[in-house]
């Protein structure tokens, strides 16, 4: 839809919900209500509920802009329930939003289509720790809950004692854990807006860790933008970037997450609803691009449509 038509309709946007990212997603989606509101749109916030479908209805809903991160906004299922209710939505569709959700599933796909990604195992609640152990020939490893996002329940761990009680503390996010090689070397992030690769940057935490609260708490992170990679890598990462985007079968804005270690780099999961806080990482590479925050909104609501 164009802009003049996306004026005429009333546009929800949806945020908060059910999920442990809840209150990052309050953010992303009062930051989007007011870049909308101030071009003209006529945009109305809704708190994600379990009462979400009678509230769209109710309010007579003809467009959704999704500000939802992590369970029940950014796996799927508010994108089913926008398809039954025949109304456009932002972002990728059910299918893509399911799979990008779930880091193994993720993983899999991207080894089918020969692009990089750290070697894994998976742990399942009820599972023998010793089995696991057997196959995880080194540390350090990385301990993650395989469908939680904002790197909830994630831990670096380089021995057993400490892998046993990463495995607890991720099982209490998710019965589903990825445990995975820990690369070694700088992490960096590349939006892919409609199929393009932004500006690369590189996150420093200072503490280490790029973990919940180095991530939305100001001043805990640098950010290097663009990323101070040769050149060759550079472009080298963006495509890969784009190519994920594609075999996992995104739609509109997403990032992708990479570890580099010399002049390997490894991809290690597809956000579909990119955060859009005033720390976020989407909206800090797009205004390099050129894209204004005002902008860059806009140009994910033309994307909405029913069917992905």
């Given amino acids: ?22 209150e990052v997603s309050l953010k992303t989606g009062q930051a989007v209500h ?14 994600a509920g379990r009462d979400l479908a009678t509230r769209l209805v109710e309010e007579g809903i003809e467009v959704a802009f999704i500000a939802l991160h992590g369970r029940y906004g950014e796996d799927g299922t508010v994108q089913g329930l926008l398809e039954v209710l025949g109304i456009p939505y932002t972002g990728s569709g059910v299918l893509a ?3 990008t959700m779930d880091k193994v599933a993720t993983k899999k796909l991207l080894l089918y289509h020969e692009l990089p990604t750290p070697a894994f195992e998976v742990f399942r609640k ?5 089995t ?36 607890e503390d991720a099982l209490k996010c998710d019965e589903l854990i990825l445990v995975e090689d820990c690369i070694q070397g700088p992490e960096v992030t590349i939006g892919v807006l409609d199929g393009k690769a932004l500006p690369i940057i590189q996150v420093v ?11 939305y708490t100001k001043g805990q992170t640098e950010y290097l933008l663009p990323a101070p ?38 991809c ?35 994307g909405a449509g029913t069917e992905k």
């Fill in 34 to 47: 007011k870049a909308l509101l101030q071009a003209g749109y006529q945009a109305l916030a809704i708190d």
């Fill in 229 to 266: 990679l040769d050149p060759t890598l550079y472009e080298r990462l963006q495509q890969v970037a784009v190519n994920a985007f594609e075999v996992l079968g995104c739609s509109g804005a997403a990032r992708v997450d990479f570890m580099v270690s010399g002049r390997e780099f490894f």
């Fill in 268 to 302: 290690l999961e597809v956000n579909t609803i990119p955060g859009m806080t005033e720390t976020s990482l989407l909206p800090k590479a797009a205004s390099e691009a050129g894209i204004p925050f005002k902008e860059l909104v806009q140009r994910i609501l033309e």
């Fill in 97 to 99: 939003s399911s799979v």
């Fill in 132 to 167: 696991l152990l057997a196959r995880c020939r080194h540390f350090p490893l990385v301990v993650k809950p395989a469908r939680e996002g904002s790197t909830i329940g994630v831990s670096i761990v380089k021995n057993a004692d400490q892998l046993q009680a990463g495995l």
């Fill in 1 to 22: 839809m164009t802009r003049e038509e996306l004026k005429k309709k009333k546009i929800a946007v949806l945020m908060g919900g059910l999920s442990a990212e809840r």
């Fill in 126 to 130: 009820g599972q023998s720790l010793e």
């Fill in 205 to 215: 935490p200072k503490g280490g860790f790029y973990d919940y609260q180095a991530k």
